[in-house]
Every structure is written in structure tokens, then in C-alpha cells.
T-cell receptor, first 115, second 113 residues
Framework: EAGVTQSPTHLIKTRGQQATLRCSPI?????VYWYQQALGLGLQFLLW???????NRGNFPPRFSGRQFPNYSSELNVNALELEDSALYLC??????????????FGPGTRLTVT | AQTVTQSQPEMSVQEAETVTLSCTYD???????LFWYKQPPSRQMILVIR??????QNATENRFSVNFQKAAKSFSLKISDSQLGDAAMYFC??????????FGSGTKLNVKP
């Protein structure tokens, strides 16, 4: 069974540009979560998509947005990039079910560097 | 609001020894799940162990076990017979009734040979 995949592995952008990060969940999983992990810090929740809908978002400005496609893959867009957006962006997927069944399976991440 | 706190940014343990990582959380919910995740250097995050708040029995997975104190809102992870491969960042996490995850800031575990 293929795991969660993310692309690209690394992304280098300049301040003010836009970045698009992609995530493919495990087959059968309908939920996709996005997290930002700045160097040396924990995971900050960004967005949660389930069945194509945005279910919840963290305390991030509106320039962080995304969507989920009919095949449950997801895209994270970051507009007007700022230097502090440099971080590892992790995607995780989970299946439907109760809280205990929502174990998250993580992808390898996309390292975004803003110069 | 739910919060998860890991007060130990970094810890070290000798190979074959036992180490305990601390985690406290804050919630007003009565039933929920708690998780410990492991993030090895340059590798993907994986689930180590999970605990349902409704169950009084502490979860155990081989060398990993938890000490769950619901009243104290404490959820520590004990690693017995530590191995070099246990070296990683460990994150404590909580999932609320809206299926939103909250992660602690992590504890970096070093294992000395």
C-alpha cells in the first residue's frame, strides 16, 4: 500500500511569490491535514479537508489556502510569501471513523525556503 | 481551548535504559484520544501509541507504554530498553471532538551508546 506522498520535496521561492504544495493521501482515506513545522518547533495545524470540504483551519492568515480534489488529493497554496513562511510543510491523511480511528499517516513533507 | 504541553525540549538516555517523556494537556471534553508520534531525523512521522481517555488501562506497545492520569491531564510516554533507533523527536497529540489535532512542541530524545 502506497503511503502519503507529497510534492515537491523541496521548493525555493522569493518573497512575494506564490507556492503550491501537493499531497496524495493513502488510498481510501478521505481526510487530509496540513501542518507547518518551522525549524526546531512543533507542528502548527494549518488546514483540514474531508470529503472535499474545508472542515477546520488553524490560526494562519488567509494567504494560506487550499483545496481538496474529488480523488481526495489536496493542494496547499501560500500567497505573498514571507521569509517566515520557510518551514517543512507536512501533509497527513486519515480515514473516516471515530476519533480513535483517525490515526494520521504523514507524508515526508515539502521543505519550503523563501529567500 | 485545547493545548498540549511538552515541557522537556530535549532528553538523553543511555542505551538499554528507561526514559519517560512528559506531556500535559488541557481540555474540557470528557472523552478523547491521545497519541504519541515519533519523527526520526529526516524521516516521516509515525504513530507510536494511542490512548483512549475512556479507558483506565494504560496503553502498551512492546517497549513503549504510557502513564495516563486523566484527572491530572497527564500523558507520559515510557520507553524501556532504549535503542539507538529510538532517537527522534517525539510529539504528544490530542484529537478533539471535531477531529482537530493539537500537537505539543516536541521532545528531542538522544540515545547514547
Amino acid at each position: 500500500e502506497a503511503g502519503v506522498t507529497q510534492s515537491p520535496t523541496h521548493l525555493i521561492k522569493t518573497r512575494g511569490q506564490q507556492a503550491t504544495l501537493r499531497c496524495s493521501p493513502i488510498s481510501g482515506h478521505t481526510s487530509v491535514y496540513w501542518y507547518q513545522q518551522a525549524l526546531g518547533l512543533g507542528l502548527q495545524f494549518l488546514l483540514w479537508y474531508d470529503e472535499g470540504e474545508e472542515r477546520n483551519r488553524g490560526n494562519f492568515p488567509p494567504r494560506f489556502s487550499g483545496r481538496q480534489f474529488p480523488n481526495y488529493s489536496s493542494e496547499l497554496n501560500v500567497n505573498a510569501l514571507e521569509l517566515e513562511d520557510s518551514a517543512l510543510y507536512l501533509c497527513a491523511s486519515s480515514s473516516r471513523g471515530g476519533q480513535g480511528e483517525r490515526e494520521q499517516y504523514f507524508g515526508p513533507g515539502t521543505r519550503l525556503t523563501v529567500t | 481551548a485545547q493545548t498540549v504541553t511538552q515541557s522537556q525540549p530535549e532528553m538523553s538516555v543511555q542505551e538499554a535504559e528507561t526514559v519517560t517523556l512528559s506531556c500535559t494537556y488541557d481540555t474540557s471534553e470528557s472523552d478523547y484520544y491521545l497519541f504519541w508520534y515519533k519523527q526520526p531525523p529526516s524521516r516521516q512521522m509515525i504513530l507510536v501509541i494511542r490512548q483512549e481517555a475512556y479507558k483506565q488501562q494504560n496503553a502498551t506497545e512492546n517497549r513503549f507504554s504510557v502513564n495516563f492520569q486523566k484527572a491530572a491531564k497527564s500523558f507520559s510516554l515510557k520507553i524501556s530498553d532504549s535503542q539507538l533507533g529510538d532517537a527522534a523527536m517525539y510529539f504528544c497529540a490530542y484529537i478533539d471532538n471535531f477531529n482537530k489535532f493539537y500537537f505539543g512542541s516536541g521532545t528531542k530524545l538522544n540515545v547514547k551508546p
